[in-house]
């Protein structure tokens, strides 16, 4: 994989589309929902990181609409934010190290003063073709993301762009009920997966676990999550 490139600015030439796209999901600001809080504890417990994120990225602030392993942040300036950069990005981005390599984007200060030393952050995409926000996993310490990693974050950001629409979709049309369902059986297919990851960090002791039959495993829970969400959504 080519090394990451920082972009010159924070702001890209389709910001417009960018937050239109963004805005027409009603999400921004929204109160925390149960199925957004699985997804990030699920990645934490994937990557045996202590925090995760998703994050929306508006005009001025980021909001994270799920967080575990940063309690009480709900927003923070967008040039504060790694999440500002990655936003940019079609594919994953990663820092290892911010002592490092820093991202000249944002004010390195406040990672710093949180402790945070690695990050890797996937982008929301949705079907406009443009990124809303990204889902994240952050570390205390160093720590290098192998391209298996990189890929299945990416892949946890997918199903998290379907689960974003699917909200909109039935909230849109006034089908609060299902969207709760919705919400129900998606989180019980999310505990299956989340089972499956403890019990993989108890067999390691917490060490690695991408072997390549462990991400076949991974990934064939994620495929019944996809499926749901694509059936949810005809």
Known sequence: MPPYVQPASLIPATEPTRLRTLYQYEILNTTPEPIFDDYVALAAQLFNLPISLISLVGAEDVFFKANVGL???????????????????????????????????????????????????????????????????????????????????????????????????????????????????????????????RYLAARTNGAAFFSDEVLQTVNRRLDVIEQALRRLLR
């Open 71 to 197: 309690p009480g942040l709900e927003t923070v300036p967008r040039a504060d934010s790694l999440c500002s950069a990655a936003v940019l990005e079609h594919t994953t981005v990663t820092f290892p190290d911010l002592e490092q390599e820093r991202c000249n984007l944002v004010n390195p200060l406040v990672a710093e003063a949180a402790g945070l030393r690695c990050y890797a952050g996937a982008p929301l995409r949705m079907p406009e073709g443009e990124n809303i926000g990204t889902m994240c996993v952050i570390g205390r310490e160093p720590r290098a993301f192998t391209a298996a990693e990189d890929a299945l974050l990416a892949r946890l950001a997918g199903l998290v762009s379907l689960t974003i629409q699917l909200r909109a979709r039935l909230l849109t049309g006034g089908s609060a009920d299902a969207w709760e369902q919705a919400q129900r059986e998606l989180r019980s297919y999310l505990h299956e997966s989340s089972t499956l990851a």
